[in-house]
């Protein structure tokens, strides 16, 4: 008893301290906050999945299409299967393909993006590849590679990944062709330094920010496209409850059981809209010359 | 500007064979044999023998493309492993819903999003801004399809004010043609609109600051004429060039609105080739939708000369 009482007193103590200044950050970055915050309760859900109770598999016959309450919170499918498990079990799926597409396309896109801004021949040549990449809808070419493979969440995160990387390597390489001709840069050229180490401490920090930015957004999107592909029948394997997948399965049930459909739908907004405020938010922190033109 | 637009078409050929060689190697670059992927688990050697023949996978890479890029430029996009019917007769037959969505969501977005953007620019930080930020950011992360279960649920399905599902061809009631495109189209273009939207108020905002507003409005231009003549006319390249852009957008969501809403489109046909992995179908629509996004963007630049005199190529 005493001991939590001191420890609360001095979690006040240390919120007391700290207050002002973290009201004050709330206030000027609201949608960041909010973003991450809702981010934070999916990627707690997400983790927490296997331990808490409901099991997304088990199907229930006898309460098919059970309308939310009835012993499900979110209701049953049209298998039997609690609607509330799998829309959790879903953040995992949707999380993990989000997450890895983005670290993925900003890896390879930097890699790709340095070497275009930084070696003039492989400039132009490079950069037609990445506008014809370009020029292939995204959701496309997803749908062909995984036509073309078995369906795994893998294929669908390697597909999902090939179009995004372009959009990287123009924003870096923009960036590098816009820090080459500072006076800083060609201080360390006359200075002797060799390519590689010009590139990696000089060229190289200014990227991070953009690309911190740009990696929200694309993990936003590469969100939607992976839900997007298992609607479609080309994403996650049907097995996985994916939100995709769990949409895509309740269709013919819209009028009946309209909690099939928009559970795993609110759950997928509600995720990209957080990733798109963090974004937003971060944009208007590191990157102020972008955030007075949106 | 005649130098500019051969230098354009030049580009434009290449990005097109760049686009080509890509779609071409997926085929070849994807792990494992693509023949037996594609026939399926159950299938028998000769049936994969026999796809891989009708593939052109038995012979060697350099020939293989040689006679796939010929028969590509002669129009000849490949012929469907299932149906054996040419792939540019299967698209030809679903090409007028597919124009038909696109059109009208065009038709409905531009101005709405233009409205929109000049709108809050004009009354930055009052309630219509704010509303049109909140369409904005709704655009950009709800899903079309599950955008469009919710409109199916409240128009159609509670309201019963419009279909739910389907398609009638124009020719044959054009009324009905007109009803079961209106749901289809606001699902497509709620993101383009968020899109659009969120550039012109970015460019009207610049605009608007300029001296020679100041001097429109001092002189007593009515506030219309001031926004869209003065304003608007003069933020219109970054606008044009984010519609072109956008039609990526739409591309993509073309199949998945056909998908929702039953629409016998090009984007339905290659969501119906995903399960039967009919590949020729998939490659030919992929080719075919990056050329229309390729030229559409080609006709976007060239438009700046028409909205913009200053911009001489």
């Known amino acids: 008893?005493?001991?939590?009482?001191?420890?609360?007193?001095?979690?006040?103590?240390?919120?007391?301290?700290?207050?002002?200044?973290?009201?004050?950050?709330?206030?000027?970055?609201?949608?960041?906050?909010?973003?991450?915050?809702?981010?934070?309760?999916?990627?707690?859900?997400?983790?927490?999945?296997?331990?808490?109770?409901?099991?997304?598999?088990?199907?229930?016959?006898?309460?098919?299409?059970?309308?939310?309450?009835?012993?499900?919170?979110?209701?049953?499918?049209?298998?039997?299967?609690?609607?509330?498990?799998?829309?959790?079990?879903?953040?995992?799926?949707?999380?993990?393909?989000?997450?890895?597409?983005?670290?993925?396309?900003?890896?390879?896109?930097?890699?790709?993006?340095?070497?275009?801004?930084?070696?003039?021949?492989?400039?132009?040549?490079?950069?037609?590849?990445?506008?014809?990449?370009?020029?292939?809808?995204?959701i496309l070419l997803a749908i062909a590679l995984v036509s073309l493979t078995r369906a795994s969440v893998t294929t669908v995160v390697i597909a999902i990944t090939i179009p995004e990387v372009p959009r990287v390597v123009r924003l870096v390489r923009s960036v590098v062709l816009g820090v080459r001709e500072q006076p800083f840069v060609e201080a360390a050229i006359a200075g002797g330094a060799r390519l590689p180490k010009i590139i990696l401490r000089h060229i190289l920090p200014s990227t991070i920010p953009p690309l911190i930015v740009q990696a929200t957004y694309i993990c936003a999107s590469a969100i939607l496209v992976e839900a997007s592909l298992s609607f479609l029948?080309?994403?996650?394997?049907?097995?996985?409850?994916?939100?995709?997948?769990?949409?895509?399965?309740?269709?013919?049930?819209?009028?009946?059981?309209?909690?099939?459909?928009?559970?795993?739908?609110?759950?997928?907004?509600?995720?990209?809209?957080?990733?798109?405020?963090?974004g937003d938010g971060l944009r208007d922190r590191l990157d102020p010359r972008l955030a007075r033109r949106m | 500007m005649i130098a500019y637009v051969a230098r354009r078409l030049a580009s434009l050929v290449v990005v097109m064979a760049l686009v080509g060689v890509c779609v071409f190697l997926l085929l070849h670059l994807a792990p494992g044999d693509p023949a037996a992927i594609i026939a399926g688990d159950n299938a028998t050697p000769e049936q994969i023998a026999g796809i891989r023949t009708k593939l052109g996978l038995d012979e060697a890479l350099p020939i293989q493309f040689l006679r796939w890029s010929t028969s590509v430029l002669s129009g000849d996009l490949g012929v469907s492993i299932f149906s054996n019917t040419p792939v540019t007769t299967l698209i030809g037959q679903r090409l007028e819903p597919t124009l038909s969505l696109a059109l009208a969501t065009l038709a409905f977005a531009v101005p709405v999003a233009l409205v929109l953007g000049v709108l809050a620019a004009w009354r930055a930080g009052s309630s219509i801004d704010r509303a049109s930020m909140i369409v904005a950011v709704t655009g950009f992360s709800a899903p079309a399809f599950v955008v469009g279960y919710l409109m199916i649920y409240v128009f159609a399905v509670t309201l019963r004010w419009f279909p739910v599902q389907g398609y009638t061809p124009f020719g044959e009631n054009i009324a009905d043609w007109a009803r079961h495109l209106v749901l289809p189209a606001l699902t497509l273009g709620l993101a383009y609109v968020a899109l659009i939207a969120r550039i012109t108020r970015a460019t009207m905002l610049e605009v608007l600051a300029e001296d020679y507003i100041r001097t429109a409005k001092a002189k007593g231009v009515a506030t219309g004429p001031m926004l869209l003549k003065h304003a608007l006319k003069n933020a219109g390249v970054p606008i044009i060039t984010v519609i072109g852009i956008g039609v990526a957008l739409l591309i993509g969501g073309v199949v998945i609105t056909e998908t929702v809403y039953n629409l016998p489109g090009v984007g339905r046909l290659v969501v119906d080739a995903i399960s039967k992995r009919d590949y020729p179908i998939i490659q030919g629509v992929i080719l075919v939708f990056s050329a229309v996004y390729v030229v559409i963007n080609l006709v976007v630049d060239l438009s700046y000369t028409l909205i913009d005199p200053r911009i001489r190529y």
């Open chain 1, 233 to 278: 029948g080309a994403g996650s394997p049907p097995e996985i409850p994916s939100w995709g997948n769990m949409i895509a399965s309740s269709r013919l049930y819209l009028a009946r059981a309209p909690w099939t459909i928009f559970a795993p739908g609110i759950a997928l907004a509600l995720v990209v809209l957080a990733v798109n405020l963090v």
């Open chain 1, 1 to 138: 008893m005493s001991e939590a009482s001191a420890f609360s007193a001095r979690e006040l103590a240390a919120t007391a301290s700290v207050g002002p200044s973290r009201r004050h950050f709330v206030r000027r970055h609201p949608s960041l906050v909010a973003g991450a915050a809702i981010l934070a309760i999916f990627v707690a859900l997400a983790l927490a999945a296997p331990y808490l109770p409901g099991d997304p598999l088990t199907m229930t016959p006898a309460r098919r299409l059970s309308p939310p309450g009835s012993g499900f919170l979110l209701g049953t499918d049209a298998l039997g299967r609690d609607v509330l498990a799998r829309t959790i079990h879903g953040a995992r799926v949707s999380l993990l393909v989000g997450f890895s597409v983005a670290a993925f396309s900003v890896l390879v896109g930097l890699a790709i993006g340095l070497f275009a801004g930084s070696i003039r021949k492989a400039d132009a040549p490079l950069m037609r590849l990445m506008d014809a990449l370009m020029a292939i809808p995204a």
